[in-house]
């Protein structure tokens, strides 16, 4: 690499200009929603595989001069990873690094909330897909519901704010979930984010006519409760789309991979559990970072690393094309 392109910022060949990584911290989980991992008999990563926390704080340092500031937190369930407010506090101590998420299925919440936020995470999302405690079970195949419901109110009297609800709608058995959710913005102060369901299940069981498409998700909430306007002054860039009930009250985001994927505005790059770079979701290639922090490679040949992923990065997922292939990690191993 030359000294004149070491801190240029990570452009591909689209023009697309990359400042937010997805770290997943582990790929173990304590639940087993059944369309992100197979239902039993896991193989998960051996732990001595999984990056320390020293390891992606120094992957962090390498890409935030190549203009990396915003990281979210992902797994698996990132909660299971033992002191993941280390991590955090170590990131936050970056002072280029200006905003730092988390997604989590709350089920460890309650106990974590407080430390993290201390830690200086200032932005959580919890998924849940359904208010229905026995439809909750259908989907992640484990109990918890309570405790998700208890993590959502931890975090928000630990002051994280707006605590925002991850959905996966996804058709023939969520759509009664869709007014209560509503109902659920509106009285409990957490905005809900509809996610369409993407194929990234472990059983390979995705089907277009399985997604809920957020067109449908407007017109029921508009019809069964209120209106849904869209907020004013929003960045389109943004992968969420955000509306809110004509009264002001209860904000509803949609992220619509599917029906308008954002492919054309995606900033994004990620690094898996086991250390492998990869500059999208559906990516079907992956750079062993992990070799290079373990091995004896220096700060400019790992830039170099992340300069060619993204230099790769193709210009959209296909999943509305012939041409899509899943890839073969499901979600909780890639770090949704
Ligand atoms: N365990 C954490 C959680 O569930 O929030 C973090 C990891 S999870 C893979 C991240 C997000 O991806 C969750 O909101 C989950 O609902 C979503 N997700 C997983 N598989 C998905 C799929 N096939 N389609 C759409 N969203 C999915
Ligand atoms: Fe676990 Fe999250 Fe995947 Fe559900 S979506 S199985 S909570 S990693």
Redesign the pocket.
Known sequence: MSASNALLPLVDSFGRVHTNLRISVTDR?NIR?F??MPAENVQFMNRRELLTFEEIERFVRVAVPLGLNQIRL?????LVRKDLHVLVAKLAAIPEIIDIGL???GILLADQAKLLYEAGLRRI???L?ALDPKKFEEITRRTGYEKVLEGIVAAQEAGFSPVKV?A?AIRGLTEPELVPFGHFARKAGVEIRF???????ADNA?EREKVLFAHEIIETLSREIMPLVPVAGQNRNAPATEYVFEDGVGRIGFISSVSQPFCGSCDRFRITADGKLRNCLFSLDETDVKSLLRGEADDATIAQAIRDSIAAKKEGHEINTARFIQPLRP??SI??
């Open positions: 989980c929603c369309y992100c992902t797994g698996g369930e990132p997604t989590t299925n999302n919890v998924s897909d991850n996966v996610i369409e369901f993407m194929p990234l299940d995705w979600m909780h770090g949704g």
